[in-house]
């Protein structure tokens, strides 16, 4: 099956929670005790995770800073999702929620990152040529007002669903838009001097020139105009709130399009898309929301998640440890593998591998490599104990991913002992060294695939 693209802007959401049993005595606000952090992708970046629970491969086109919240983004993004980063103008927007009690008291807003105009590069616009099935989370942040996206969806909307998720300051949905998802709020604003979900979903989705439109209710479901007449759907939500007053329904909306668009994918026609998108927001809600999707950094806070690379390797610079790094392919995990990594690890404080991404591979290896995709090795190797974070690198070696690491170390199986590697400059040049370790013998993933093949 294609894969489901998500295109759109991506946000870092901090959860931070504690208890709030006082006063300020300077002012008669809540003084909040915090008791942990949590940490997620917000806007497309949410949305791309949860499409992850429902298609079976997800990329996510989204502009990302060359900063402290890009780099968490990415940790917390890979391996469960490919990421094809744009480029950002400014800095990461972090949107952070504080909490007591389970109820929000306070959101902080900062960074100020929007979209360029620039022309989309050949790569986004090969994986959309293949995806099949988009959804556009939008944000307000820029990206659906680049002229090369809207051509790019205009074009594809003709023959591939694309599902639109639209924000009151982003641009209005392409013409041809599989499916329309604003909730009443987001009509209504569109729309002013209309109240009821049903006459909305109808009137937008001839303002939108879309084939359906479904107006989003909150625990009431959804209203769908779908073209086939002049009626509109009721789709009721059957799955049971949470019984407290407030639930979070944070994330519900990125829910419910990442439901429509791989039940579109899947073949559903758009009412059946609806009503899975129905039931999986209200199932969502149900388990908290988008709270359970969040990475808890502890009671101290912490500038970067543990498998984020680049974030890692600050923490150890700037504790004076030392970073060791490897790098491979790792396509089909063996005994020989795991050898050479756990060596690495001895050697310091902490151990990034430098993986090359499945273009990489089948440049290096041919068009039958790799047999397992990037994002499936990379999790497989942040399973191992000894391996600490995982940054994928597009290009044939690791050079560029290394000048920004600047590891202490990098090692090498000593089968490499004759080799030239264009690395080395790199790794020396900022202070490090080369160390190539013994390799189990007998172990080759190509060998492994021969022998498979010859069975």
């Excluded at 997620?40 to 402290?68: I, K, M």
């Excluded at 006459?199 to 020139?209: F, P, Q, S, T, V």
């Excluded at 107006?215 to 759907?233: H, K, M, N, P, S």
């Excluded at 150890?316 to 030392?322: H, L, S």
Aim: glycine share 10%; proline share 8%.
């Amino acid at each position: 099956m294609r894969p489901l693209v998500v295109l759109g802007d991506t946000l870092l959401d901090v959860d931070a929670e504690g208890t709030a049993e006082r006063l300020c005595p300077e002012a008669p606000v809540p003084v909040v005790d915090l008791t942990d952090r949590r940490r997620r992708p917000g806007g497309a970046g949410l949305a791309a995770l949860l499409a992850a629970r429902s298609a079976a491969e997800v990329v996510l086109v989204t502009p990302l800073g060359d900063d402290e919240g890009g780099h968490a983004l990415t940790g917390l993004l890979e391996p469960d999702v490919t990421v094809l980063p744009l480029p950002l103008r400014g800095t990461t927007v972090c949107k952070t929620r504080i909490r007591a009690g389970g109820q929000s008291l306070l959101r902080l807003d900062s960074g100020d990152g929007t979209a360029t105009a620039d022309p989309l590069p050949t790569r986004v616009h090969d994986v959309l040529a293949e995806a099949g099935a988009i959804l556009v989370a939008d944000y307000g942040r820029g990206l659906t007002r680049n002229p090369d996206v809207r051509r790019v969806l205009r074009e594809l909307a003709e023959r591939i669903p694309v599902v639109w998720d639209p924000h009151p300051r982003g641009a209005q949905p392409v013409p041809g838009t599989r499916l329309v998802t604003p909730n009443l709020a987001e009509a209504r604003a569109v729309l002013a001097g209309h109240e009821e979900p049903a006459e909305l979903a109808k009137l937008l989705r001839g303002h939108w020139h879309a084939d359906a439109v479904a107006v989003t209710t909150g625990a009431r479901g959804a209203v769908l105009a779908d073209g086939l007449g002049e009626t509109t759907v009721p789709i009721p939500a059957a799955a049971r709130m949470p019984g407290h007053a407030a639930p979070d329904t944070c994330g519900a909306g990125d829910r419910f399009a990442a439901a429509a668009a791989a039940a579109l994918l899947g073949g559903a026609d758009t009412t059946e898309a609806v009503v899975t998108a129905v039931e999986a927001a209200a199932r969502f809600v149900a388990a908290g929301g988008a709270t359970a999707l969040s990475t808890n950094d502890g009671p101290v806070p912490d500038p970067q998640p543990a498998t984020d690379a680049f974030g890692l390797a600050e923490r150890i610079r700037a504790t004076g440890g030392r970073l060791i790094a490897t790098g491979g392919c790792f396509d089909l995990l063996h005994p020989g593998h795991v050898s050479l990594l756990r060596q690495a690890r001895a050697l310091g404080d902490a151990l990034v591998v430098c993986l090359n991404s499945d273009a990489s591979v089948r440049g290096l290896k041919g068009p039958g490599r790799p047999l397992v995709r990037d994002r499936d090795r990379a999790r497989l190797l942040c399973a191992l104990s000894f391996v600490d974070a995982v940054a994928v690198f597009d290009e044939p070696s690791p050079t560029a991913v290394l000048e920004k690491l600047r590891p202490d170390v990098w090692v090498k199986g000593g089968d490499y002992a004759e080799a030239v590697l264009p690395e080395r400059e790199v790794v020396e040049r900022h202070g490090g060294e080369v160390v190539l370790v013994p390799t189990v013998p007998g172990y080759s993933t190509s060998r492994l695939v021969a022998a498979a093949a010859s069975a």
